[in-house]
């Protein structure tokens, strides 16, 4: 399927687990010393918020929905409040988790550092659910993205799936892990990184024809109307029903990485609120995640940079169905 019937423009996000991102380097990372860093940066993260910062950057009307608590929590919500992204933010009684990423200045080489988040209670994710309906009830399309914290069951995203159907709202999803693996209907777009895609079928996919047969299996099994397959720098996959399509990379200096496959989402969503064919709305995404490799820590892409790269996307080639 490449085309699809979006009504409206806004977009919602759900970010179950965000963080508050915590950038720094240092000339050399080793054990046992004290490692002396610059400055640190810091940013609000997690999957759904990045993709509502890029999604504003290009100039689509967001609003992030997420859970916060403690200190870490207070700041993430306060910095996007500063930034002038609408939320809806839901109190919880943990503290939201922070990430560390430190970049090592001597190699280029980038380590990061996940913590697993604070456990969300039945009540608080009952209450993550209504405030994603109140934000979504005119929306045209909801992203999640990123990991569930503790405690919230692995079939969540599906809970948030049936709750978008019942809206009439298009549901893209970016997860892994259990989040992945218990959903069974109604996403229109999966976008699972190789690894994640490995993960979830249990085979190595050396190839891109096994690659593109084990996308295909998510939608013959129900989970997703098409799969996009994020490859890093050899582009992406797309699978559909009918086929699929092999999407080039777009070549920038390398970068800090974090929050690109983000940004590739949000660039899908943007496309597509704009009325545009899949294929055309995936470069998009290809150029925007390219776009963040420009960028320091998980700061968002620039709108010049993203269409100045979409400009140099490739038609996709198309690819026949593995029988």
Known sequence: MNELA?????IVTLTMNPALDIT??????????KLRC????????GGGINVAHVAEVLGAATTAVFPAGGPAGEMVHNLLVAEGLTVHRIKIGGSTRESFTVDERSTGKQYRFVLPGPELTLAEQTECLLQLRIAAASAAIVVASGSLPPGVPPDFYQQVANLCADLGAIFLLDTSGGGLRHVNSGV????PSLRELRECVGRELATESEQLAAAHELIDRGCADNVLVSLGSQ???LATAQ?????PPVQVPSGSGVGAGDA???GVAVGLTRGWPLTKAVRLGIATGAA???TPGTAPCTREDAERLFDLTDNPGDLSRPS
């Open 264 to 266: 590739m989402v949000a």
């Open 188 to 191: 229109c777009l999966l976008k």
């Open 292 to 294: 963040m490799l420009l």
């Open 24 to 33: 720094t380097s240092t000339e050399v990372v080793h054990s046992t010393d």
């Open 243 to 247: 086929g699929g399509n092999r999407f």
């Open 38 to 45: 610059a400055a640190a940066r810091y940013d609000p993260g």
């Open 235 to 237: 582009g992406a996959l």
């Open 6 to 10: 979006v009504a409206g423009h806004r």
